[in-house]
T-cell receptor
Framework: GDSVTQMEGPVTLSEEAFLTINCTYT??????LFWYVQYPGEGLQLLLK?????DKGSNKGFEATYRKETTSFHLEKGSVQVSDSAVYFC????????????FGTGTRLTVIP | EAQVTQNPRYLITVTGKKLTVTCSQN?????MSWYRQDPGLGLRQIYY???????DKGDVPEGYKVSRKEKRNFPLILESPSPNQTSLYFC???????????FGPGTRLTVL
């Protein structure tokens, strides 16, 4: 069945450091891939997405590239800020409209000044 | 933008006392779903609904019920809550036009 594996956290970085959160997936066919972010005390927000191989999703300085050959969708940011402290979830979906999302376990990021 | 409202945001109850968590949307999206979030497990889908009067089980439906009598609302019902249902619950809608799910703010449930 479909599954998503994320690097375990927590991850602690200093402000302006480079961030990578690894995500790999197992799925048949060509799923859509997503990164969601959960700030403290809030629900999940879509951060970025990619719907086909080699697509790059980007938002708020974050990027992730859909790599079919390595079944990966790693999240990167060149210079993190304290305000990026949150839990990040990688997810996949097979259906149009992202109807059935399979989530990774989440990675907690803490950025210290 | 699509908005999802959940109530209550926090709830402490006792084993066996029936409860309902409400979910409503401000748009007219057909697809709605419920997830629970547990440490180390991420989010897991409980139930989903493709439209009014159309519901189906997700990955962890045991101990839960849902109803979809109108498009805007999708309540989650726990007929006889147990401590293993202590969790953080999220309602979500799917916007087909943008291929995106929008999540509510969450309901933190504690069953004693």
């Amino acid at each position: 069945g479909d599954s998503v594996t994320q690097m375990e956290g927590p991850v602690t970085l200093s402000e302006e450091a480079f961030l990578t959160i690894n995500c790999t997936y197992t799925a048949t066919g060509y799923p859509s891939l997503f990164w969601y972010v959960q700030y403290p005390g809030e629900g999940l927000q879509l951060l970025l997405k990619a719907t086909k191989a080699d697509d790059k999703g980007s938002n708020k300085g974050f990027e992730a590239t859909y790599r079919k050959e390595t079944t990966s969708f790693h999240l990167e940011k060149g210079s993190v800020q304290v305000s990026d402290s949150a839990v990040y979830f990688c997810a996949l979906s097979h259906q149009t409209g992202a109807n059935n999302l399979f989530f990774g376990t989440g990675t907690r990021l803490t950025v210290i000044p | 933008e699509a908005q999802v409202t959940q109530n209550p945001r926090y709830l402490i109850t006792v084993t066996g006392k029936k409860l309902t968590v409400t979910c409503s949307q401000n748009m007219n999206h057909e697809y709605m779903s419920w997830y629970r979030q547990d440490p180390g497990l991420g989010l897991r889908q409980i139930y989903y609904s493709m439209n009014v009067e159309v519901t189906d089980k997700g990955d962890v439906p045991e101990g839960y019920k849902v109803s979809r009598k109108e498009k805007r609302n999708f309540p989650l019902i726990l007929e006889s809550p147990s401590p293993n249902q202590t969790s953080l619950y999220f309602c979500a809608i799917a916007d087909r036009a943008t291929d995106t799910q929008y999540f509510g703010p969450g309901t933190r449930l504690t069953v004693l």
